[in-house]
């Protein structure tokens, strides 16, 4: 069954550094998403991507944060100078079209620690 | 904007007895679609369910259920003859229809299952 994947599971960072997680949605999709879930809170949306261009962003999503579809495959989330406050596990979703293009499906998701 | 509420933050149920989650949600909208999802302690998000909003049938899979109420704007998740593998925290997520409309999710439902 197809699947979201995200890289890398886990990464440990300096607060101030630069940080780049990636996702490469599942195929043929076209609807991209980036979620975080800050440990014991619910799940946030941080921006929806379509077209190569941002469709919707969350009052979280400021000038720090930038997503980028390098590729056919690949779509990324950096997040410039890294705080102690985005420690937070980060989730890639992706969604298709037509009858099944209702439904978002999620990576396994990018912890984030923050030190 | 839209909100989802989960009024349960925990729930224990026997191993093959049946529970039932809550969830409420508010919006303006009349076409959208309902989403349970379960996030084991992998914290990766798996969809359990969905329902479109446009149809009066509560949807179901194998062993989980709703039971959409629209005037009600509830949504309540039924999982019979529960299983130890069923123990994770559910959240139930709400998406407006649409291009690319992002999830609200509620705080979520902690469901421990008992040997």
């Known amino acids: 069954e197809p699947e979201v994947t995200q890289t890398p599971s886990h990464q440990v960072t300096q607060m101030g550094q630069e940080v780049i997680l990636r996702c490469v949605p599942i195929s043929n999709h076209l609807y991209f998403y980036w979620y975080r879930q800050i440990l014991g809170q619910k799940v946030e949306f941080l921006v929806s991507f379509y077209n190569n261009e941002i469709s919707e962003k969350s009052e979280i999503f400021d000038d720090q944060f930038s997503v980028e579809r390098p590729d056919g495959s690949n779509f990324t989330l950096k997040i410039r100078s890294t705080k102690l406050e985005d420690s937070a596990m980060y989730f890639c979703a992706s969604r298709g079209t037509g009858d099944y293009g209702n439904t978002i499906y999620f990576g396994e998701g990018s912890w984030l620690t923050v030190v | 904007a839209q909100t989802v509420t989960q009024s349960q933050p925990e729930m224990s149920v026997q191993e093959a007895e049946t529970v039932t989650l809550s969830c409420t949600y508010d919006t303006s909208e009349s076409d959208y679609y309902l989403f349970w999802y379960k996030q084991p302690p992998s914290r990766q998000m798996i969809l359990v369910i969905r329902?479109?909003?446009?149809?009066?049938q509560n949807a179901t899979e194998n062993r989980f259920s709703v039971n959409f109420q629209k005037a009600a704007k509830s949504f309540s998740l039924k999982i019979s003859d529960s299983q130890l593998g069923d123990a994770a925290m559910y959240f139930c997520?709400?998406?407006?229809?649409?291009?690319?409309?992002?999830?609200?999710f509620g705080s979520g439902t902690q469901l421990t299952v008992l040997p």
């Open positions: 997520a709400y998406r407006k229809s649409g291009s690319a409309r992002q999830l609200t």
């Open positions: 329902q479109e909003a446009y149809k009066q």
